[in-house]
């Protein structure tokens, strides 16, 4: 379960931030996370709840926002989402295929791999 270690690197990076700020609460964080990550939402808001116990952060709502996965082709030049693999059995189980889904040639990701924090909402002292 990597996403643990995942979060507990977030939650440490925010705090440190935040250090900088006289903050007096943080009612969430908004993360942005790329489908080709494998970090399970699920998992990831559980970790929160356990690594901000004691924190600044305690208390506050994780919000989780997906990044689809993008690729861009050298060979015809499309550039837009992967084609996805859908098991008809697992509705959670998607898998995108990363060849172009027009030329089926060689592509690049663009988006899907991302694991940032978008924004925070946050109150300061006056």
């Not at 009612?27 to 990550?37: A, E, M, P």
């Not at 996805?84 to 663009?110: K, M, N, R, Y």
Request: net charge negative.
């Amino acid at each position: 379960m990597h996403e643990v270690s995942v979060v507990t690197s977030l939650v440490d990076l925010i705090i440190q931030e935040l250090g900088r700020y006289k903050v007096t609460k943080v009612n969430s964080v908004t993360l942005v996370v790329g489908d080709l990550t494998n970090l399970g939402e699920e998992q990831m808001t559980f970790a929160y709840e356990i690594v901000t116990r004691g924190t600044i952060l305690e208390g506050s709502e994780l919000l989780i926002e997906h990044e689809p996965v993008e690729v861009k082709c050298g060979s015809c030049g499309f550039w837009g989402p992967a084609k996805i693999l859908q098991d008809p059995d697992f509705d959670t189980h998607a898998i995108p295929v990363l060849s172009c889904p027009e030329c089926g040639g060689h592509v690049t990701v663009t988006a899907g791999q991302s694991c940032t924090v978008k924004c925070m909402d946050i109150e300061e002292a006056d």
